[in-house]
């Protein structure tokens, strides 16, 4: 058990709808980092948060977006969902400090109809 | 061509092989994770390098910054090392993004 928790473990919903995935951090970390696994994509990095605001952006869509609450958890939301969104969202976790070991949650597994 | 490659994309041994796997980038790093995915879709992460060698248990993970390549060792490999191993490289530049290779299927039979 990583000590990252993720809601929920799974999703199925219909295009054109829209979702919203939580992450609580390990205690102490400050950085959040959400990442989508799709089967022909792989891992690709969506956004991080650190102590509340936006750090980095990767190959995140228009249609998504994401924050960090006072209390450092975290949620991802997904709108106009087309089936090429079904995947597994993962949230990682770290402590501050420049280069630290990420600690992954047991991911969101969503499927869009 | 990625930034990241793995190779094998696919390895199949039996228990009590020595199992290497690579990684080899193409762009600057600050760190270079490998991380372990399960059948079950759970991601652990195993080792975070930035330079020489590290052990955990049977695993040993090595980086070779000038030749910008990596290798994940099994030693004494067992069944439930079966998983998908990732090689991800944490960028010098562009913030703190992670880049991802696109994993290795680990089999190993009993």
């Known amino acids: 058990d990583s000590g990252v928790t993720q809601t929920p473990k799974h999703l199925i919903t219909a295009t054109g709808q829209r979702v919203t995935l939580r992450c609580s951090p390990r205690?102490?970390?400050?950085?959040v980092y959400w990442y989508q696994q799709s089967l022909d994509q792989g891992l690709q990095f969506l956004i991080q948060y650190y102590n509340g605001e936006e750090r980095a952006k990767g190959n995140i869509l228009e249609r998504f977006s994401a924050q960090q609450f006072p209390d450092l958890h975290s949620e991802l939301n997904l709108s106009s969902l087309e089936l090429g969104d079904s995947a597994l969202y993962f949230c990682?976790?770290?402590?501050?400090?420049?280069?630290?070991?990420?600690?992954f949650g047991p991911g969101t597994r969503l499927l869009v109809l | 061509k990625n930034e990241v490659e793995q190779s094998p994309q696919n390895l199949t041994a039996q228990e009590g092989e020595f199992i290497t796997i690579n990684c080899s980038y193409s762009v600057g790093i600050s760190a270079l994770h490998w991380l372990q995915q399960h059948p079950g879709g759970g991601i652990v992460s195993l080792f975070m390098?930035?330079?020489g060698k590290k052990k955990h248990g049977r695993l040993i993970a090595t980086i070779n910054i000038q030749e910008k390549h990596s290798s994940l060792h099994i030693t004494a490999s067992h069944p439930r090392d079966s998983a998908v191993y990732i090689c991800?490289?944490?960028?010098?530049?562009?913030?703190?993004?992670?880049?991802f290779g696109q994993g290795t299927r680990l089999t190993i039979n009993p």
């Open positions: 990682a976790s770290s402590p501050p400090g420049a280069v630290k070991t990420q600690y």
């Open positions: 991800a490289v944490r960028l010098i530049q562009g913030a703190q993004k992670l880049v």
């Open positions: 205690s102490g970390d400050l950085s």
């Open positions: 390098l930035s330079s």
